[in-house]
């Protein structure tokens, strides 16, 4: 299951609902929730199965929550089958900006210099997930100094 990092709204988010083949419809059946942030995170109604995320979920913070769900018997809270382990992964948006870990660069070059010499090379980090997205894709670019100086947007030579 998948939530969106940072979604806040006036009602509690849907993450997911849960079924088990043994639920005809009767309510006779309840879901309960157990694991990471299960009744301060993610609430599950038991009767629906249905799972909110109730809190602001920040990815760089937590990325993933291992939780277990289970069905049993509305009255003597027997389980009606083996537990469930599921993860629900938080889905990064573009909340992070680019940092220069290692600036301010200094460098000097040599007078009459050929051109192309390689003057520095700088390196940034973006802390969103590379994996979804383009919320982490680095390009660099000079805002000041052409035509003089140019950078090589993918490797910021």
């Known amino acids: 299951m998948f939530v969106l990092e940072e979604f806040s709204g006036p009602e509690p988010i849907l993450v997911g609902r849960l079924h088990t083949d043994l639920d005809p419809g009767s309510k006779k059946i309840k879901y309960i929730l157990s694991g990471d942030g299960a009744g301060t995170i993610f609430q599950i109604n038991d009767i629906t199965g249905d799972i909110h ?12 929550y291992t939780l277990t769900a289970q069905a049993v018997d509305w009255e003597t809270n027997k389980p009606l089958e083996p537990p469930s382990e599921f993860i629900i992964k938080v889905q990064d ?18 007078e009459m210099s050929i051109l192309g010499t390689s003057v520095t090379n700088v390196t940034a980090t973006d802390a969103d997930d590379p994996v979804y997205g383009n919320s982490a894709k680095l390009v660099y670019s000079i805002l000041e100094g052409q035509p003089y100086f140019s950078i090589e947007p993918e490797t910021g030579l």
Not at 55 to 64: P, S
Not at 93 to 110: Q, R, S
């Open 53 to 64: 995320a109730i809190k602001r979920l920040d990815r760089e913070e937590k990325a993933e």
């Open 93 to 110: 948006i573009n909340d992070n900006a680019p940092e220069f870990l290692n600036g301010p660069y200094h460098a000097t070059v040599p």
